[in-house]
């Protein structure tokens, strides 16, 4: 079996990587990188806990392989602070008490934050639809919905 | 879980890809969107020694109008149809079976043609191979009897594939390449009605294309599908309608499909009779829909019992008549 020789683009940096092709883009991730926001949870698409962003767009990074991945853009929830300043999705995550066991958060945020970069005062239908392959086991969709519309261009105007 | 070890193989056009296949024959599996396959290697249902990821083959995208039809490339991804106008104009019950599969994030990988090819589910054969080891194999691993309906000699597995009954209700065809050769056939004939190998693409084929005529006249479409929650699942019953009017206002064609109830979608021929010849408002949707559930003989092999699944046909069918009729009205017929 041969490694195969992938460059990934993670959070705006480049990372030249030797892998076996059958990994997926969640184990590289964590194993390789030491990326840790990723989780793996139900291994099978169906949480959204291992969400990424690829080229700006949440995927599944458990139903990718890494090498897949080679010459996309992939951001990880540690890619959302900016010098040592949260994220006003993640700001508004921790304000509303939108995070229990923390397990879903970061596939929360990710896909929050797409979004909100194409849609900036989305509805609350709209809202619940993009987050819908995304599960809390703590059930706390209240909180993120609301966390949600607080980080969006509507809530930050009337907060 | 780990996937199981395989070679990749990345061709970065439709002509490498064929060149691989015929290449390697029957040792690749192909992974377009991947959101079904790779489930299905991680429970060890596919072990293949090759896999081939079309995620970089760029001239398998698109959704092109031509003349008297839609020509949609098979690795175009669900969203892309989801946000197609042109689609959502032409035919609703694509769109909306599109937009029913799974999530968004989801649908931004998964392809049309991944969708459309997906092989059958029962709940005793998609499980872990832990799970598959503490019973008999069943017919789908090469075992000798069903084990949801014990002693059974025929697979029941079920087709949940959301797209198919829409485009086969829109008489859509597809586009099957191997090196050197082409041929176009019914979506319908993409399946074999054998749970055990449910699709008739040869292992040397690729889905190229999706050919979706656009109707003459006044129509409309629905789709509908019954699931345990509103986002991610499999259907557990589908129905999608295609309905056309004459010029004289009187319904000439009618086009029932139902979906999830056995090992591929269900034409229900005997539907037909109940809507066409008919003006909308005359149309008899409770009698039509009755014979969609006459047609549909679900099992319990899903997660929710045969008996009910086959109700709900009845139920799912008089909502996808509704939903085409509105659509007609809309139209302005």
Avoid: W
Wanted: proline share 5%; glycine share 10%.
């Amino acid at each position: 079996m041969e490694k195969h020789r992938v460059t990934l683009r993670v959070n705006g940096e480049a990372y030249d990587l030797l892998t076996y092709p059958h990994r997926t883009l969640l184990e590289v991730l964590r194993e390789d990188l030491h990326l840790t926001g990723a989780k793996e949870s139900c291994g099978e698409g169906a949480c959204g806990s291992c969400t990424v962003l690829l080229d700006g767009a949440p995927v599944r990074s458990c139903l990718l392989l890494a090498i897949e991945a080679e010459g996309r853009e992939i951001t990880t929830i540690e890619g959302l602070a900016a010098g040592g300043k949260l994220h006003p999705l993640q700001e508004a995550f921790v304000e509303h008490h939108a995070i229990q066991c923390g397990f879903c958060t970061p596939g929360m945020i990710l896909t929050a934050k797409a979004l909100l970069d194409a849609t900036p005062e989305p509805t609350e239908e709209e809202i619940r639809r993009a987050l819908s392959g995304n599960i809390c086991r703590c059930t706390g969709y209240a909180k993120i919905v609301d966390a949600v519309k607080a980080a969006s261009a509507g809530g930050r105007k009337s907060g | 879980m780990r996937l199981p070890l395989f070679q990749c193989l990345s061709p970065r056009s439709t002509k490498e890809a064929l060149e691989i296949l015929d290449r390697y024959k029957g040792r690749v599996k192909i992974i377009a969107g991947g959101t079904d396959i790779i489930n299905r290697l991680r429970q060890r249902l596919l072990s293949p020694q090759y896999a081939m990821t079309l995620k970089g083959v760029s001239d398998l995208r698109g959704i092109k109008r031509k003349k008297g039809h839609f020509l949609i490339s098979a690795a175009t991804t669900l969203r892309e149809i989801v946000e197609s106008p042109d689609i959502a104009g032409f035919a609703a019950a694509i769109a909306e079976s599109a937009g029913l599969v799974a999530a968004p994030p989801i649908r931004n990988v998964a392809t049309v043609g991944g969708n459309l090819l997906q092989n059958t589910r029962c709940l005793y054969y998609n499980q872990s191979e832990l799970v598959r080891k503490a019973a008999p194999p069943c017919l789908k691993q090469g075992g000798k009897s069903c084990a949801a309906l014990k002693g059974g000699t025929r697979c029941f597995s079920v087709y949940q594939g959301d797209l198919a009954p829409s485009l086969i209700a829109f008489d859509a065809r597809v586009v099957l390449k191997k090196a050197g050769l082409a041929r176009t056939i019914p979506v319908l004939d993409l399946f074999s009605r054998n749970g055990r190998h449910p699709l008739t693409i040869g292992d040397d084929e690729i889905l190229t294309d999706i050919i979706v005529p656009i109707p003459k006249g006044a129509y409309g479409s629905s789709y509908q599908k019954l699931r345990l929650r509103s986002g991610l699942e499999y259907p557990l019953v589908s129905s999608s309608v295609f309905l056309s009017l004459s010029k004289e206002g009187v319904i000439d064609r009618a086009r029932v499909v139902v979906g999830a109830v056995g090992p591929a979608p269900t034409v229900v021929e005997g539907a037909a009779a109940f809507l066409v010849g008919k003006r909308p408002a005359e149309a008899d949707v409770e009698k039509a829909a009755e014979s969609a559930f006459s047609a549909s003989r679900p099992i319990d092999n899903l997660a929710l019992p045969g008996s009910y699944r086959r109700k709900m046909v009845k139920v799912f069918t008089k909502r996808a008549i509704e939903g085409a009729l509105l659509s007609l009205r809309k139209a302005g017929a």
